[in-house]
Each structure stands twice: as C-alpha cells, then as structure tokens.
C-alpha cells in the first residue's frame, strides 16, 4: 500500500477517535435507504443542533472505536453507516429518533454517550429527553416551587393583614395598657 494513502487512513482513524472521545455523544446510524434530499435534510436538522453527521469506512471506524477504547462500539459498524458526533448528550439521538419516525430507512444502531458504549434502547431512551436548555428550565422550576410557594403564603397573610383582619402581634399588644 503506498505510504501517502497509509498515512492519509491513519489521520482519519485518528480523527474519528478524537471525536468519538470529546464529543459528549455518538450515534450510529444505518442510512440506507435514504435519498440525498433526506440526507441533506437530516444534516441540516442535525446541524441546528450543533451535532456533526460523517461517513466513514467501517473498517477505519472500527479501528478509531479501537484506539478509542470503544470495543463494544465494533458490534454496530456494519453496513453503510453515518455517526453523528453531538456537543449536547441528548440532540444526537432526539434528532436521529425523530427523523427515523418519519423515514423508516433510517436505522438507530448505537452509540457512545459519556464515555461509555450505549445499545440500541439506551439511545432511545435518550431521545425522549429534552435538550440541555430543556433540562435547565425543568431543574429551575422544581429548584423555584418552594420559593414560590413562600413567597404566595407571604402574600396572602399581607393581604389578610390588610384587610383589618390583622392578628395582634405579641400578647403585650393584645392586653390593655396600664395607666
């Protein structure tokens, strides 16, 4: 084999090692099937997302996965495959999910999600959650009800108190003064 060409595999096995290491998610996905307008309709859907959708080799995939440390990752590289390396631990998997539902060509094989090699239902599990902001949001309005909660109990013991149903303060203030 001519060293050029040698070389050129080993910078791409590295580089699919490299982003299967640092990105936070990787789904494989078998896309035969799919025409080129699907294709394309599904990067840009992915690209939205800050999620990156390459082809590459099998074989150089499974060596990267290798390299990697991602052994079990070999078992779904086969047949023509795309992986879709995501910043976000969800977007990958919700995006790939939910353009498999409208074309069934597209096939969910697997993936790695934090560092660890994940099956075909973990991925899907994954795509049920919401994106990162998502999460957020949801966490700051369980963190915000007890808050709230005060503050509206507050509230309606001020308005009660306005009303001139005011309690007395302290038990000096209820008893009479003593001239």
């Not at 494989?28 to 990156?52: D, H, I, K």
């Not at 390299?67 to 919700?94: C, H, M, Q, W, Y």
């Not at 993936?111 to 099956?119: N, P, Q, R, S, T």
């Not at 966490?139 to 001020?158: D, E, I, T, W």
Request: include cysteine; charge should be negative.
């Amino acid at each position: 084999m001519n060293q050029a060409v040698l070389e050129t595999k080993k910078g791409v096995v590295a580089e699919i090692a490299d982003k299967l290491k640092n990105s936070s998610s990787s789904i494989v996905a078998e896309y035969r099937g799919l025409s080129v307008a699907e294709v394309t309709e599904l990067r840009r859907a992915l690209r939205e997302e800050g999620v990156e959708m390459k082809v590459y080799k099998n074989t150089l995939a499974c060596r990267a996965a290798e390299a990697a440390g991602f052994e079990d990752l070999k078992n779904v590289l086969t047949g023509p495959n795309a992986i879709a390396f995501g910043t976000d631990e969800t977007a990958a998997s919700r995006i790939l999910a939910k353009f498999a539902k409208k074309h069934p060509a597209l096939v969910l094989k697997g993936g790695v999600v934090e560092g660890k090699v994940v099956d075909l239902d973990t991925v899907k599990e994954l795509s049920n959650l919401p994106n990162r902001e998502g999460m957020l949001s949801m966490l700051l309005s369980v963190l915000n009800a007890p808050v709230s909660s005060f503050a509206r109990a507050v509230n309606a013991v001020a308005e009660a108190r306005g009303n001139g149903t005011e309690a007395p303060a302290t038990e000096e203030a209820a008893a009479p003064a003593e001239a």
